[in-house]
C-alpha cells in the first residue's frame, strides 16, 4: 500500500501487542534483496497466496526481501508477497512517521495473517504500487486484532492497532487473499486518476 | 414545463461548464441533474433542465458547436418522474487487461438477472481496465449472479467482485 504523505509527522504511539517482542528486520539475519514490483493486470496479484512455513529459509529470505523493496519504494508503507510475483501470505508493513497513522509497530513482517477482529468502520483514499495510476476509497475497519507468525521464529503474534496501520494491514492481508482496492471500492466514482506520484 | 435531455461533448478547455451554463439561464433553462466530466482529454456534459422549448436552446448553443470545439444535442423528454428502485443497491468492480467487449458482457449478465444499472464508471489507466457500476438487483438473486460474474470473467480473463453498497447515512 502506498500513502500520501501531506503533512508533518502525527502522534505517534506504542500499541498494545502480544508476542511482536523487540522483532525487527535485522533478526531475520539476511540481507534483503530489492526486488521487482509486479502492477496490475497481473494473474499472481488476482489469486490467494498460500500459506507458509514462517521458519523456512525461502520465507525468511521473502521477508527480508519485501523489507529491502518497501524502504526503497516511496511512500510504500506496506509490501505483499504476490506484489513481487510470490503467491505466498507473507507481508511487511511500516506506516512510521505516515501522518495519519496513530498505534505504529515500527517494521514488521507477518506470515499467514488474519484478521480476528475488525471494528469501527472508517472510509479513506488508498493507493497501491502495484495500481500505480489509480487511488480509491475504501472502507475499512480502524479498530483490527490480527493474527500471524513472524518469519524466523515462526512466533505467533497478536496485533492490536487501528487508524493507518490497521489500513495498510487489510490492505496486504487482502493482497494475499487475491484482493485488490478495485475490490472495495465504494462505488462508481470512488476511483481517481493518481494525482501525486512518491 | 418542458423537459430536455441536453449533452455537450468537446475537446477539454477551461470555460465550457460556464459557457454552457450561461447560455442555459439567460434563456431561462433550470438544471437539474447533470454529470460533467473530464474523459481522457475531452468534457463531457449530460444534462436534464426544464423550461424553454428545445430549438430555442439548440439554437442558442450553436454559435458554441461553430467553433468547431463542442458537438450539442438537445432533445425534449416526457417527464416520467422517479423511478422506483427494483431492489437492493450493489457495486460491481471489475479488472483485468483491456480488451473489446468487456462492459457489454458483464452488464448483460446483470441484466438477465433483472438488475437495472443505476450508475457506472470505466477507466483504462496503461493496459488495466476497471469497470465500476452501482447495480439495483431483485432481491435474494446476489449468490447466483456471482455465480454468473465470475464465470463470465473467467471467460473474459478479468476479475469481479459484487458487494452490497454501503448502506451507512451520515
Known amino acids: ?198 | 414545463m418542458n423537459e430536455l435531455a441536453i449533452t455537450v461533448i468537446g475537446r477539454d478547455r477551461p470555460g465550457i461548464v460556464a459557457d454552457v451554463a450561461e447560455v442555459l439561464a439567460l434563456l431561462g433553462a433550470n438544471l437539474t441533474d447533470s454529470t460533467m466530466t473530464r474523459l481522457r482529454g475531452h468534457f463531457a456534459m449530460t444534462l436534464i433542465c426544464t423550461g424553454p422549448a428545445a430549438a430555442e436552446v439548440e439554437a442558442a448553443l450553436a454559435p458554441l458547436a461553430a467553433e468547431g470545439q463542442l458537438l450539442a444535442t438537445v432533445r425534449a423528454v416526457t417527464p416520467d418522474g422517479e423511478v422506483a428502485p427494483v431492489g437492493e443497491p450493489y457495486v460491481m468492480a471489475v479488472h483485468g487487461s483491456d480488451r473489446m467487449g468487456i462492459v457489454a458482457a458483464m452488464t448483460r449478465v446483470l441484466v438477465d438477472a433483472g438488475g437495472n444499472v443505476t450508475d457506472l464508471s470505466t477507466r483504462l489507466a496503461g493496459s488495466l481496465y476497471v469497470v465500476l457500476a452501482e447495480v439495483e438487483l431483485p432481491a435474494g438473486v446476489a449468490d447466483t449472479l456471482t455465480d454468473r460474474l465470475h464465470r463470465t470473467a473467467a471467460e473474459l480473463g478479468v476479475e469481479v467482485t459484487l458487494r452490497p453498497a454501503d448502506p451507512d447515512l451520515l
Open chain 1, 1 to 198: 500500500m502506498t500513502g500520501e504523505r501531506s503533512g508533518p509527522d502525527g502522534g505517534r504511539s506504542v500499541g498494545t501487542y502480544v508476542g511482536l517482542g523487540d522483532w525487527t528486520p535485522e533478526s531475520l539475519a539476511v540481507p534483503g534483496e530489492v526486488r521487482a514490483v509486479v502492477s496490475a493486470p497481473h494473474p499472481v496479484l488476482s489469486r490467494a497466496g498460500g500459506e507458509v512455513d514462517p521458519t523456512a529459509e525461502e520465507t525468511v529470505r521473502l521477508a527480508a526481501d519485501l523489507v529491502a523493496t518497501m524502504r526503497v519504494s516511496p511512500g510504500c508503507v506496506g509490501l505483499a508477497a504476490p506484489q513481487v510475483g510470490v503467491g505466498a501470505r507473507v507481508f511487511a508493513v511500516d506506516v512510521t512517521g505516515h501522518p495519519k497513522a496513530v498505534t505504529v509497530h515500527g517494521t514488521f513482517v507477518l506470515c499467514n495473517a488474519r484478521v480476528v477482529e475488525a471494528t469501527r468502520w472508517r472510509p479513506g483514499r488508498e493507493g497501491c504500487m502495484s495500481v500505480p495510476d489509480l487511488t480509491g476509497d475504501v472502507k475499512r475497519a480502524s479498530r483490527l486484532v490480527v493474527e500471524g507468525e513472524v518469519p524466523g521464529s515462526g512466533d505467533r503474534v497478536r496485533l492490536v492497532t487501528d487508524g493507518f496501520e490497521a489500513r495498510a494491514l487489510q490492505h496486504e492481508i487482502d493482497h494475499c487473499d487475491g484482493l485488490l482496492f478495485l475490490d472495495r471500492v465504494a462505488g462508481a466514482h470512488a476511483v481517481y486518476q493518481r494525482k501525486v506520484y512518491l
